[in-house]
């Protein structure tokens, strides 16, 4: 894993200041937290009517709350909104009664397995109302009756997601989707939030080859809403990655594409493996997060999904142990260090064609052995050299040479940039 670095414990500290915000696939939530991130990059935020037809759903009404609780027959509050987002159903009606504990438990959510934890739960689709508490807060509940209250709205109005676009050589597009949805849950995904925010901070400051677009969207309802409202330009995107679950402490997670083969696939793989980070490569399921709606049959886009821990696999998963204190500035760190040399390799890997193609051509009359001498890893420079001039018949990219010569993908890039440069190769 990387070591702390400042970059660690910024992240971290942006984790830290959205982790309190209530959010929700709608609302001033989801506005909030844009507006956090907004402090960092540039955003287009994008606000989409309630009843609008995205794909196959419609965009729901907004949902707001401003306080919420349970109490006791003396006023105190056995369960407070204020204490944690946590507390509430997401997307509760207004409720607003006095019932015994015995009606009130109906609508109360615990983690029995975990008696100190509070769960997560929502009911975005169906009009519900409830509470999540600690199975020890319930145990210590004397029967009697409880005032219920739940000060939220259902109403029209409009669904917030937001664009950050780092311009590139070419028009062609590589996403990179995280999803702003959650309520006070650091890993789940206010970790991949934080990494996507960094990982656009540096791209802005090179000239990367591919155009980047970060796109920042509740789960599920946000990437169907992108795509319907993006049909049209849907083939500049060439690549993909959906950032999840990115800041705990277990080994690297990568999840493929639904192709399997996609380019983005190879070079997480690629990654991974030469960097002998302990990690996974799973297969792709339609199931977990966005990677899902890109990867749907209708689009096929090339995207994966990276994660550390992958969801649902760490007993913290949708808990109030998912805190600031669960996310490590190391993990974070390793994460966006991770993306950071996926996307070099993907920005340069290029087709080569060979301008000399009949019979090796003469390195050393142009001065590229000459420039080898008194390297360290002249011989590998060599061998990079040599097999990029075998492989530069316009069908296989410089990832290629790497896969198959068991050379680092950095030494064959510079030596493509050699041979380039004294006339051999062109792209």
């Known amino acids: 894993m990387a070591p702390v670095t400042g970059l660690g414990e910024e992240m971290h500290a942006l984790v830290e200041r959205l982790y309190p915000l209530c959010r929700s696939i709608t609302g001033d939530g989801v506005r909030a937290t844009l507006d956090i991130v907004g402090e960092y990059v540039p955003l287009q935020v994008h606000e989409v009517p309630t009843g609008t037809q995205v794909l196959d759903w419609t965009v729901p009404q907004e949902w ?27 997307y509760s009606v207004p409720v607003a009664a006095t019932m015994p504990l015995s009606e009130l438990r109906g609508h109360l959510h615990t983690l029995p397995d ?33 005032e219920v209250r739940i000060d939220s709205t259902l109403a029209d109005g409009h669904l917030t997601y937001a664009e950050h676009v780092v ?8 996403i990179v989707s995280c999803h702003v949805c959650h309520p006070a849950l650091a890993n789940d995904n206010m970790a991949g939030v934080a990494v996507a925010t960094y990982l656009a901070r540096e791209l ?39 950032l999840a679950c990115a800041g705990d402490r277990g080994r ?4 493929q594409s639904r192709r399997g083969d996609a380019e983005i696939d190879r070079v997480l793989r690629h990654v991974l493996r030469t ?61 966006l260090a991770v993306c950071r040399e996926a996307f070099a390799v993907l920005d340069r890997n290029r087709r080569y064609v060979n301008l000399s193609p009949y019979g090796e051509p003469q390195l050393g009359r142009r001065g590229l052995y000459e420039s080898l001498g008194g390297r360290s890893d002249a011989k590998q420079a060599q061998m990079a050299m040599l097999w990029v001039l075998s492989l530069s018949d316009g ?13 680092p993908f950095d030494a064959v890039a510079a030596a493509a940039d050699a041979l380039c440069g004294a006339g051999l190769i062109k792209a």
């Open 64 to 90: 707001n709350i401003r306080d919420a609780y349970v109490a006791d027959a003396a006023g105190n509050r056995v369960v407070d909104f204020a204490a944690s987002s946590l507390h509430v159903l997401g």
């Open 114 to 146: 975990h008696p100190a934890w509070v769960p997560y739960r929502t009911s975005y689709y169906t009009p519900d109302w409830g509470f999540c508490l600690s199975q020890e807060t319930l145990d210590g509940l004397p029967d009697g009756d409880y």
């Open 167 to 174: 311009p590139g050589q070419v028009a062609d597009e590589v």
């Open 204 to 242: 802005a400051e090179r000239s990367p080859y591919y155009t980047y677009r970060f796109i920042y969207a509740p789960g599920t309802i946000g990437a169907v809403t992108w795509l319907a409202r993006n049909a049209e330009r849907i083939e500049r995107v060439k690549h993909g990655l959906v």
């Open 252 to 255: 690297l997670t990568y999840k």
């Open 275 to 335: 960097s002998e980070r302990p990690h996974d490569v799973v297969e792709f399921t339609p199931y977990g997060y966005d990677e899902r709606q890109y990867c749907s049959p209708g689009f096929d886009l090339g995207v994966g999904s990276l994660s550390r821990t992958p969801y649902a696999a760490y007993p913290e998963y949708h808990t109030s142990a998912d805190n600031p204190d669960f996310v490590s500035p190391e993990a974070l760190a390793d994460t």
């Open 395 to 407: 069908e296989h990219g410089l990832l290629d040479v790497a896969e198959r010569s068991g050379l």
